[in-house]
């Protein structure tokens, strides 16, 4: 199983905080925004990620996170030219993915809950494709996906009027099929390739699975003002509350036994001096 995040984009709405900086560097109460999807990948189980942005930003993501060697795992990067819709990032990862099976994340997507890594690992031998559904107060602001007796009836890009509740999340997976169908879409009227539309075509071949994430779970898409500073403060209160970071990707490196202690305390030896370096050095 590959992962692949998506990391690019202008960040429009989160102007002027990204006139001069990627929004995935962006904090989340005390990680850089791209922490939390890679740690998603990483507490699903897989190891082999490629990182999609921009050309001005790909440097900086390179310095930051290196290949993943630290963490026990290979990262790659790819530059995205223009922006033009999810799927585009699957054709330009098409040569990473190969045959694999891949799980894509939205780079500025939350993810926490317990067990979630367990429940996401267990897709890795699933084919056709899967998405992960979350119920919100207002789904016109969404994708939305229609259930009829346990079974998807339709998807639907951000409807005026819903009697669905249920969004589709930026969590998505799929089998290397996908590469082929992204070739015969179609820009939408807005200029890009829609995700729905992919969806669609595993849907009418009746491989398209779907999950609703359980209450006790939260996704937090953090592509605006609001919603940045809503998902900071329940890092926050969670991670003071029950004092275990969320998204630490070192802890989740150590845990999955992809690195040794010898290895995180060389991490955490780093930045010494600081309340990250002490909570890592607490494991040891």
């Known amino acids: 199983m590959h992962g692949v995040i998506l990391a690019g984009g202008s960040?429009?709405?989160?102007?002027?905080?990204?006139?001069?900086?990627?929004?995935?560097?962006?904090?989340?109460f005390d990680k850089p925004m791209i922490h939390y999807p890679l740690a998603t990948l990483m507490l699903a189980g897989i190891k082999d990620i490629m990182i999609i942005?921009?050309?001005?930003?790909?440097?900086?993501?390179?310095?930051?996170l290196g290949n993943g060697s630290h963490?026990?795992?290979?990262?790659?990067?790819?530059?995205?030219?223009?922006?033009?819709g999810i799927p585009q990032g699957i054709s330009i990862a098409s040569e990473f993915i190969g045959s694999n099976k891949f799980c894509l994340i939205l780079g500025d997507n939350v993810f926490h809950g317990t067990g979630l890594g367990k429940s996401l690992e267990s897709n890795n031998h699933h084919s056709g494709a899967k998405i992960f559904c979350y119920p919100v107060s207002d789904p016109t602001q969404f994708g939305v996906v229609y259930i009829e007796?346990?079974?998807?009836?339709?998807?639907?890009?951000?409807?005026?009027?819903?009697?669905s509740k249920l969004a589709i999340t930026g969590l998505y997976f799929f089998d290397s099929e996908a590469i082929n169908f992204v070739q015969n879409l179609k820009p939408s009227k807005r200029g890009e390739l829609e995700i729905v539309d992919l969806l669609n075509i595993y849907l009418d071949?009746?491989?398209l699975n779907f999950e609703v994430l359980p209450r006790g779970t939260a996704w937090l898409d953090t592509g605006t003002p609001d919603s940045l500073l809503e998902a900071s403060k329940y890092i926050e209160i969670i991670e003071k509350r029950q004092g275990l970071k969320i998204g630490c990707i070192e802890e989740i490196a150590w845990r999955n036994n992809w690195i040794s202690s010898t290895q995180l305390r060389k991490i955490a030896e780093k930045i010494p001096n600081s309340v990250y370096s002490k909570y890592l050095l607490e494991f040891i």
Do not use: C, M
């Open 149 to 163: 007796q346990g079974k998807i009836r339709a998807l639907v890009e951000k409807p005026k009027d819903s009697r």
């Open 71 to 84: 963490l026990g795992i290979d990262i790659v990067y790819k530059i995205q030219e223009n922006p033009e």
């Open 205 to 207: 071949k009746k491989q």
């Open 11 to 28: 960040g429009s709405r989160l102007w002027p905080l990204t006139k001069s900086i990627n929004k995935h560097f962006l904090p989340v």
């Open 53 to 64: 942005s921009s050309r001005s930003s790909i440097d900086l993501f390179h310095q930051h």
